[in-house]
T-cell receptor, first 116, second 115 residues
Framework: GAVVSQHPSWVICKSGTSVKIECRSLDFQATTMFWYRQFPKQSLMLMATSNEGSKATYEQGVEKDKFLINHASLTLSTLTVTSAHPEDSSFYIC????????????FGPGTRLTVL | AQKVTQAQTEISVVEKEDVTLDCVYETRDTTYYLFWYKQPPSGELVFLIRRNSFDEQNEISGRYSWNFQKSTSSFNFTITASQVVDSAVYFCALSEDTGFQKLVFGTGTRLLVSP
């Protein structure tokens, strides 16, 4: 399977600032990546599907102007939380679509964001 | 719409007990995939199993076993002789077999195994 990394693993920022989270596919060229958000003691919720070279597809209720996704290469997708607020504090997880039949997701280790 | 229900929010057992985690799903697709993931306190998701909708054979992997019952739309997970290291949150998930294979996760079951 694909090896996926995320950076940073955790970040603390002040309210109103922007934070960028990177998701890298280390050994696989990923055309499609996904971004999930997980609030404490809750499930993973898909935020958006990111496709290399095109605009991301956002799930209903996710503000595309607040959560900017860029998938400029086959190994890197970034999620920028703009003008972060305390309610954006969450665990953000990315995944890469791959596998023999291109129907498996391989997950990164996650990034814990705390907005003060 | 697809939906995954994990009715058990938290289960506590003593080491060496067997425990079954329930998963019930809803989908209109005829072809789909079911998954189980483990999320330890570190947060990283650990893939446990993937099963496609045409394969109803039960599977055993060491202390883990899975029971897929299409007739009841269930995909239950059993841990035999549980160990403290099994303590984690377990998620059942469902994906379509078209498009981008989006995953829909259940709400998770927190398993606490005490010594």
């Amino acid at each position: 399977g694909a090896v996926v990394s995320q950076h940073p693993s955790w970040v603390i920022c002040k309210s109103g600032t922007s934070v960028k989270i990177e998701c890298r596919s280390l050994d696989f060229q990923a055309t499609t990546m996904f971004w999930y958000r997980q609030f404490p003691k809750q499930s993973l919720m898909l935020m958006a599907t990111s496709n290399e070279g095109s605009k991301a597809t956002y799930e209903q209720g996710v503000e595309k102007d607040k959560f900017l996704i860029n998938h400029a290469s086959l190994t890197l997708s970034t999620l920028t939380v703009t003008s972060a607020h305390p309610e954006d504090s969450s665990f953000y997880i990315c995944s890469v679509l791959g596998g023999i039949s291109y129907n498996e997701q391989f997950f990164g280790p996650g990034t814990r964001l705390t907005v003060l | 719409a697809q939906k995954v229900t994990q009715a058990q929010t938290e289960i506590s057992v003593v080491e060496k007990e067997d425990v079954t985690l329930d998963c019930v799903y809803e989908t209109r697709d005829t072809t789909y995939y079911l998954f189980w993931y483990k999320q330890p306190p570190s947060g990283e998701l650990v893939f446990l199993i993937r099963r496609n909708s045409f394969d109803e054979q039960n599977e055993i992997s060491g202390r883990y076993s899975w029971n897929f019952q299409k007739s009841t739309s269930s995909f239950n997970f059993t841990i035999t002789a549980s160990q403290v290291v099994d303590s984690a949150v377990y998620f059942c998930a469902l994906s379509e077999d078209t498009g981008f294979q989006k995953l829909v996760f259940g709400t998770g079951t927190r398993l606490l195994v005490s010594p």
